[in-house]
């Protein structure tokens, strides 16, 4: 209390803002692109889905509403996962590198937040690898083809392993991480830090 959050606090604010974004909003925009990205290189013939629009359509017309929310499960991990990690560690960070505790009053400069939210960035996509990975396996597969390979997050998980090894879960890790100094509203000014939800 007291406008003071504890880190088990910030660690389920985190998670709970990253499953509603992921319920509400990410899956079935994600579920689309998946699709869309998944035709590139092909003649205008042969493609399937002619836009956003008229994917998001054929897809609800071929698996039925459901279909948009494939790999949902993966996704919420990955959502929530993340936002606690970022909640968590932006704190952590502060008060490590620049000895700023919640309410104590110091305010950090900004190239002091700017490196706290940059280390806080680069623990969402380590944590939440093996997610992204089944997630966006999941949410490539369709239902209208028939028999599918990957049965939810966990079989997923497991055939992935089998396969191709335990890094594979870990697979465009690195773009990820590149992508982050690219996302200053990640860690100036604390819009993802753990102090607010946007």
Same mark, same amino acid.
């Given at each position: 209390?007291? /406008?003071?959050?504890?880190?088990? /606090?910030?660690?389920?604010?985190? *998670? &709970?803002?990253?499953?509603?974004?992921?319920?509400? $909003? !990410? #899956? @079935? *925009?994600?579920?689309?692109?998946?699709?869309?990205?998944?035709?590139?290189?092909?003649?205008?013939?042969?493609?399937? +889905?002619?836009?956003? !629009?008229?994917?998001?359509?054929?897809?609800?017309?071929?698996?039925?509403?459901?279909?948009?929310?494939?790999?949902?499960?993966?996704? $919420?991990?990955?959502?929530?996962?993340? %936002?606690?990690?970022?909640?968590?560690?932006?704190?952590?960070?502060? $008060?490590?590198?620049?000895?700023?505790?919640?309410?104590?009053?110091?305010?950090?400069?900004?190239?002091?937040?700017?490196?706290?939210? *940059?280390?806080?960035? #680069?623990?969402?996509? !380590?944590?939440?690898?093996? *997610?992204?990975?089944?997630?966006?396996?999941?949410?490539? %597969?369709?239902?209208?083809?028939?028999?599918?390979? +990957?049965? &939810?997050?966990?079989?997923? !998980? =497991?055939?992935?392993?089998?396969?191709?090894?335990?890094?594979?879960?870990?697979? &465009?890790?690195?773009?990820?991480?590149?992508?982050? @100094?690219?996302?200053?509203?990640? +860690?100036?000014?604390?819009?993802?830090?753990?102090? =607010?939800?946007?």
């Amino acid at each position: 209390m007291g /406008g003071k959050l504890s880190n088990a /606090g910030r660690l389920l604010s985190g *998670f &709970g803002a990253g499953v509603l974004e992921a319920l509400v $909003v !990410i #899956t @079935p *925009f994600e579920v689309v692109k998946i699709r869309l990205q998944q035709q590139r290189g092909l003649s205008p013939e042969h493609l399937k +889905y002619k836009g956003p !629009i008229h994917c998001a359509s054929t897809i609800i017309c071929e698996e039925g509403l459901r279909g948009l929310w494939a790999g949902a499960s993966p996704t $919420v991990m990955r959502n929530g996962t993340n %936002q606690a990690a970022m909640f968590t560690s932006k704190n952590a960070f502060d $008060v490590l590198l620049w000895k700023k505790h919640e309410g104590d009053g110091k305010v950090l400069l900004p190239w002091q937040s700017m490196i706290s939210g *940059f280390l806080a960035g #680069t623990a969402g996509p !380590i944590c939440t690898g093996p *997610f992204d990975v089944v997630k966006t396996r999941l949410m490539a %597969q369709s239902r209208a083809g028939g028999e599918l390979k +990957y049965k &939810g997050m966990v079989h997923a !998980i =497991r055939i992935i392993h089998k396969e191709e090894g335990l890094r594979a879960l870990w697979k &465009g890790l690195l773009p990820r991480l590149m992508r982050i @100094p690219s996302r200053p509203s990640n +860690y100036v000014g604390g819009c993802r830090s753990s102090n =607010r939800l946007i």
